[in-house]
């Protein structure tokens, strides 16, 4: 990045990492001050954002971790897939995050090793999408810092196995959880922040216990017990 950002890529960029497989991609838009959009594709291996010309695409490949910074406006970041470890920070204004997506959900679209700090606004949220039967923690179990841990069903070759994935957030304001149509269990601790969870359409078991702001539970069809 320079002092321009993302704004000064104006074609198409296609970035790739040496063979020390030690490299670390920086992505540093934090200059600027307007809102943005900002996606890494289902795939893990594209970016695209509103600051870009005609938000030309940013390809990426051979690296072993990714930096990325954004700037003071209001944010909405999808992260669709991530494949590897990745740090994001949103900067100061109301921003909306997105992990996973609705085709694979979180589990099998990110990487462990993501870490994703929302600014510490009051109005930032993150969201967690996840598909087929999931299991589903949220807590501090350290002060300061909300882990999100989800370990999603997963079929390979005929094969079904759970595959977990952990994300590690701090400072946001609300989480939102979006389950799919498997049969779900949810625990929720405290998360130090005002928690939505709708549990789709599988029937979901859903535990809370000592959370210190609101837990929003909106229940599917199917077998559902709190």
């Known amino acids: 990045g320079t002092s321009s950002g993302l704004g000064a890529i104006d074609a198409a960029l296609s970035l790739v990492g040496g063979a020390s497989g030690g490299d670390e991609l920086v992505v540093d838009d934090g200059a600027t001050t307007s809102a943005s959009t900002f996606e890494i594709s289902n795939s893990g291996d594209t970016i695209t954002s509103s600051r870009t010309a005609a938000e030309a695409a940013i390809t990426f490949s051979g690296f072993a971790s990714a930096d990325i910074r954004l700037g003071a406006g209001a944010d909405t970041v999808t992260v669709g897939g991530s494949r590897i470890a990745t740090t994001l920070s949103t900067g100061a204004g109301v ?40 299991t589903t923690s949220l807590g501090r179990p350290s002060a300061g810092d909300v882990t999100a841990t989800i370990a999603q069903d997963v079929t390979t070759n005929g094969v079904t196995s759970a595959v977990a994935r952990v994300a590690t957030l701090r400072g946001f304001g609300a989480t939102a959880l979006s389950l799919g149509l498997g049969t779900d269990t949810v625990t929720i601790g405290d998360t130090g922040t005002a928690v939505s969870l709708a549990t789709g359409d599988g029937g979901a078991a859903v535990s809370v216990a000592g959370a210190s702001r609101a837990v929003d539970v909106v229940l599917g069809g199917g077998i559902n017990a709190e």
Do not use: P, Q
Request: aromatic letters at 2%.
């Open 95 to 134: 921003d909306v995050v997105r992990l996973g997506n609705d085709a694979t959900g979180f589990a099998t679209a990110i990487a462990s090793g993501l870490s994703v700090d929302g600014g510490g606004d009051a109005g930032d949220r993150v969201e967690l999408r996840s598909t087929g039967r999931s």
